[in-house]
């Protein structure tokens, strides 16, 4: 055999070994997230099953980006809870099987998914669901109770006293463990949750729009008042808060 002919072997050899670290990785990676998602939360004292959300509305995509605007003011109106669903599925609802994570409706780097979600109803905002602090589950689309009560008022309070957080039907607000993309990325992860996060704001906003609903951005808050509310640690990074409601 002459020295080319080994040499070509020997890189192709090496290049199936660098793909196979590569799966290997993923797969490792893969696996970990799902175990997050799937880990038992000690919280979870209540599960509510959420409508299944539709497929299609009354507004093109082209209508929703052109008429979506940051909405503040919203009228003392109960939501139905298919909008809750229908909201939840656009911001990290599940849109693809797939062996470990489940495709989502924002796009995450690496296919980690590093956003959990969660959901502050205040009394009588949303019908049929009591006051309280949820925790959306994105591969069974139900709801797990996490805190009973009305927090929209301390909601407001860790959002600097924006009074549009207590006055919304409900808020979503989303946190991050940046550890499940760290495990990949490194010292890039914490950019790449917050693009993240933005991604799944944005899908909120536009189906908002489509449902005749109002909504905000808001990223002025305490942090460590946030974990409070929704009994996490401080592995979970709040990212943002978005009230809800029907516009005033």
């Known amino acids: 055999m002459t020295s080319r002919r080994r040499f070509l072997r020997r890189g192709a050899f090496l290049s199936l070994v660098v793909a196979l670290a ?9 696996f970990i997230v799902r175990r997050e998602e799937i ?5 979870e004292l209540k599960t509510v099953a959420l409508p299944k959300p539709r497929l299609d509305g009354p507004l093109s995509v082209e209508q929703a980006i052109q008429r979506r605007r940051s909405r503040r003011e919203y009228r003392d109106e109960s939501l139905p809870l298919s909008d809750v669903s229908q909201l939840l599925w656009a911001a990290q609802g599940v849109t693809a099987p797939h062996l470990w994570t489940g495709l989502r409706s924002a796009p995450s780097a690496g296919g980690l998914y590093p956003l959990e979600t969660y959901v502050v109803v205040k009394n009588g905002g949303v019908e049929g669901l009591a006051a309280g602090v949820y925790h959306y589950n994105p591969h069974r689309h139900h709801l797990s109770l996490v805190a009973e009560g009305d927090y929209s008022k301390p ?8 009074e549009w957080v207590g006055a919304a039907a409900f808020n979503i ?4 463990v940046v ?14 949750v917050f693009q993240e996060s933005g991604h ?14 109002g909504t905000v951005v808001i990223g002025a808050f305490i942090e460590d008042e946030i974990r409070r509310i929704l009994k996490v ?4 990074l709040p990212v943002y808060v ?7």
């Open 242 to 248: 978005m009230p809800v409601g029907r516009p005033a």
């Open 233 to 236: 640690s401080s592995d979970e």
């Open 200 to 213: 799944a704001a944005e899908n909120v906003y536009l189906q908002a729009e489509s449902l005749g609903l």
């Open 39 to 43: 880990r038992p939360r000690l919280e």
């Open 179 to 192: 550890e499940r993309t760290r495990v990949r990325y490194g010292d890039r992860a914490v950019q790449y």
């Open 155 to 162: 909601l407001m309070s860790a959002c600097i006293d924006q």
């Open 173 to 176: 607000v989303f946190t991050a």
């Open 22 to 30: 590569t799966l290997g990785v993923t797969f490792l990676t893969g």
